[in-house]
Nanobody, 115 residues
Framework: QVQLVESGGGLVQPGGSLRLSCAAS????????MAWYRQAPGKQRDLVAI???????HYADSVKGRFTISRDNAKNTVYLQMNSLKPEDTAVYYC?????????WGQGTQVTVSS
């Protein structure tokens, strides 16, 4: 069983930056992929960014050039650096880890972009 804890969310003005962290209780070294999703009120949960075990990275078109996903296997942590934030980035952000033994979600962290 892997437990994920997200942190780093908050309120930020448009154009600002935040860095989200997702700390895993166990080793993520063998994770097939780690990803960030987001869900705005009344909308479905959408993929934001994903990084595979082979370090292949994919971003949603809406965040390309602004967000960066990275992982630190030594710290069992995946990050999402978010720059040039826009009001439409407002959502609950969820961490996801896909492993052979299962697929795991964090509890989510709220990101609000507003002036």
């Amino acid at each position: 069983q892997v437990q994920l804890v997200e942190s780093g969310g908050g309120l930020v003005q448009p154009g600002g930056s935040l860095r989200l962290s997702c700390a895993a209780s166990g080793s993520i070294f063998r994770a097939r992929a780690m990803a960030w999703y987001r869900q705005a009120p009344g909308k479905q949960r959408d993929l934001v960014a994903i990084i595979t075990s082979g370090s292949i990275i994919h971003y949603a078109d809406s965040v390309k050039g602004r967000f960066t996903i990275s992982r630190d296997n030594a710290k069992n942590t995946v990050y999402l650096q978010m720059n040039s934030l826009k009001p439409e980035d407002t959502a609950v952000y969820y961490c996801n880890v896909d492993m052979i033994v299962g697929n795991y979600w964090g509890q989510g962290t709220q990101v609000t972009v507003s002036s």
